[in-house]
T-cell receptor, first 115, second 113 residues
Framework: EAGVTQSPTHLIKTRGQQATLRCSPI?????VYWYQQALGLGLQFLLW???????NRGNFPPRFSGRQFPNYSSELNVNALELEDSALYLC??????????????FGDGTRLSIL | DQQVKQNSPSLSVQEGRISILNCDYT??????FLWYKKYPAEGPTFLIS?????DKNEDGRFTVFLNKSAKHLSLHIVPSQPGDSAVYFC????????????FGAGTRLFVKA
């Protein structure tokens, strides 16, 4: 069974640009989560998508947005990039919550560097 | 708003001894708790979980204890092995203004051979 895959592995941008990060969940998983891990910090919850809809978002500005496609893959878009957006962005997937309390399975992340 | 806290940034343990990693949470709405392990350049890997209706869950060398009254959970690894050296994240899930999972900042475990 293929795990969660994220692309690209590394992304270098400059301030003010826009970044798009992609995630493919484990087959059969309908929920996709995005987290930001800045240097020295834990995982900060960004967004949760399920069945194509945004279900919840963390305490991040609106320039962080995303979507989930019919095949359950997901994109995270970050507009007007700032230096402090430099971080590891992790995507996770899980079975839908109708099956209750499912652990999330993570990809290896996209390292976003803002110059 | 640190709802999940791991107060020890690092822990060093001798091989064969017990490793105890601690985690505190503040929100009583959390009803599911998880531990993840993370190696460098890899995503976190699910290790073990516990529901709020239990106080202990065991899986091989790993045991998680939950003390709801103290809002505290711990992960015991015994015996510790050098391959256990990694960052361990505690996480709590529940409906707190919408369903979410909140992660602690992590504890880096060093197991010395």
């Amino acid at each position: 069974e293929a795990g969660v895959t994220q692309s690209p592995t590394h992304l270098i941008k400059t301030r003010g640009q826009q970044a798009t990060l992609r995630c493919s969940p484990i087959s059969g998983h309908t929920s996709v989560y995005w987290y930001q891990q800045a240097l020295g910090l834990g995982l900060q919850f960004l967004l949760w998508y399920d069945e194509g809809e945004e279900r919840n978002r963390g305490n991040f500005p609106p320039r962080f947005s995303g979507r989930q496609f019919p095949n359950y893959s997901s994109e995270l878009n970050v507009n007007a990039l700032e230096l402090e957006d430099s971080a590891l962005y992790l995507c996770a997937s899980s079975l839908d919550l109708g099956t209750a309390n499912q652990p999330q399975h993570f990809g290896d992340g996209t390292r976003l560097s803002i110059l | 708003d640190q709802q999940v806290k791991q107060n020890s940034p690092s822990l060093s343990v001798q091989e064969g001894r017990i490793s105890i990693l601690n985690c505190d949470y503040t929100n009583s709405m959390f009803d599911y708790f998880l531990w993840y392990k993370k190696y460098p350049a890899e995503g976190p890997t699910f290790l073990i979980s516990i529901s709020s209706i239990k106080d202990k869950n065991e899986d091989g060398r790993f045991t998680v204890f939950l003390n709801k009254s103290a809002k505290h959970l711990s992960l015991h690894i015994v015996p510790s092995q050098p391959g256990d050296s990694a960052v361990y994240f505690c996480a709590a899930s529940g409906y707190t203004g919408g369903f979410k999972t909140i992660f602690g900042a992590g504890t880096r475990l060093f197991v010395k051979a």
